[in-house]
């Protein structure tokens, strides 16, 4: 029980809000456990979860995320409910009756079948993919937080020869139909569409992912002064 005893923001939450399974209360937890030492815990995880997986349980992770901080998946978005109901005071009694799940694929061996898995995750941390990658190659999604550096042509007018740069911590996100780095300037949003200033206005330099919104929110309060 250590290893679920860790998850105190949504396993163990949600077993004391719907309790275990018994005849009078079927859609409960049913709970069971497995000890092992504890070097051995994540690896047996993973085989408990693809072994369940293979036999047909969803897979249903409410954070978006496991241990050590959370799990981020990549894949296809899919919203659904269990029910359909005539009017939304039934879907606000009823707010689990709605999932949102993110679809994707592992690899078993070379040759065999993949595995077709679903995770269940929160709704505000679902982010589109933009096209994009930094200059690591590292994918930029929605809600991502980047260090952008930016190329200061007022020092050339003839936009020839850049002598000056500056540098921003800007949140990716989705505005006016297109993709932007979100900056806020005395508490004014400002918006600079990332495919514009790349390769209309070339003002970007380089742009690395740092974190995101939702497990570094911190990261914006960096102070570009300092640099």
């Given at each position: 029980m250590q290893h679920l005893s860790g998850y105190q923001q949504?396993?163990?939450?949600?077993?004391?809000?719907?309790?275990?399974?018994?005849?009078t209360n079927p859609t409960g937890w049913k709970i069971e456990y497995a000890n092992c030492p504890e070097e051995q815990?994540?690896?047996?995880?993973?085989?408990?979860?693809?072994?369940?997986?293979?036999?047909?349980?969803?897979?249903?992770?409410?954070?978006?995320?496991?241990q050590d901080?959370?799990?981020?998946?990549?894949?296809?978005?899919?919203?659904?409910?269990?029910t359909t109901y005539c009017f939304k005071e039934d879907y606000d009694r009823n707010p689990e009756n709605t999932h949102h799940t993110i679809i994707f694929s592992r690899?078993?061996?070379w040759g065999l079948p993949n595995q077709h898995l679903q995770a269940e995750v929160i709704p505000e941390t679902v982010g589109q993919y933009t096209g994009l990658q930094d200059k690591n190659?590292?994918?930029?999604?929605?809600?991502?937080?980047?260090?952008?550096?930016?190329?200061?042509?007022?020092?050339s007018p003839s936009y020839e020869h850049y002598e000056g740069e500056f540098e921003?911590?800007?949140?990716?996100?989705?505005?006016?139909?297109?993709?932007?780095?979100?900056?806020?300037?005395?508490?004014i949003a400002m918006y600079r569409p990332i495919g514009f200033e790349i390769y209309e206005k070339?003002?970007?330099?380089?742009?690395?992912?740092?974190?995101?919104i939702h497990d570094n929110p911190e990261l914006?309060?960096?102070d570009s002064s300092n640099t």
């Open positions: 949504h396993i163990d939450l949600s077993i004391k809000r719907h309790g275990l399974y018994s005849e815990l994540d690896n047996n995880e993973r085989l408990l979860i693809s072994d369940y997986a293979n036999r047909g349980y969803q897979l249903r992770n409410k954070t978006a995320g496991g901080g959370g799990k981020w998946y990549e894949g296809a978005y899919r919203r659904y409910d269990d690899m078993t061996d190659g590292k994918r930029v999604f929605e809600g991502d937080i980047c260090r952008v550096v930016y190329l200061d042509k007022r020092c921003l911590i800007e949140e990716v996100v989705f505005k006016n139909g297109t993709f932007c780095f979100e900056t806020d300037c005395e508490g070339q003002r970007i330099k380089w742009f690395e992912v740092i974190g995101n914006l309060d960096y």
